[in-house]
């Protein structure tokens, strides 16, 4: 697996794929903040969200909720012991 994933990588990186052409930032390309006048390439308008913004909050809240509970739970358990005591 080690090995595909050298060859895969090497493969890539040799032929330049996944870079933006005309834009000269080698790796780091796909990052937005580095492309000039990245406003005027992608329209304003290009995406609307349907759900309303306290509704992403929301969830981003819950999931943070319901991931430290996960996390004292998990906590918990591993104080008492493999064998449960």
Same mark, same amino acid.
């Given at each position: 697996? !080690?090995?595909?994933?050298? $060859? /895969?990588?090497?493969?890539?990186?040799? =032929?330049?794929?996944?870079?933006? +052409?005309?834009?000269?930032?080698?790796? /780091? !390309?796909?990052?937005?903040?580095? $492309? %000039? =006048?990245?406003?005027?390439?992608? %329209? +304003?308008?290009?995406?609307?969200?349907?759900? %309303?913004?306290?509704?992403?909050?929301?969830?981003? $809240?819950? @999931?943070?909720?319901?991931? @430290?509970?996960?996390?004292? @739970?998990?906590?918990?358990?591993?104080?008492?012991? %493999?064998?449960?005591?």
């Amino acid at each position: 697996m !080690a090995v595909t994933i050298v $060859i /895969g990588a090497l493969y890539v990186m040799s =032929n330049h794929l996944g870079l933006v +052409e005309g834009y000269d930032f080698g790796g /780091g !390309a796909y990052y937005y903040v580095d $492309i %000039p =006048n990245f406003d005027q390439v992608l %329209p +304003e308008d290009a995406y609307q969200a349907k759900t %309303p913004v306290w509704v992403h909050v929301v969830l981003f $809240i819950a @999931w943070g909720w319901l991931m @430290w509970r996960l996390w004292l @739970w998990v906590d918990s358990r591993s104080k008492k012991g %493999p064998d449960g005591q």
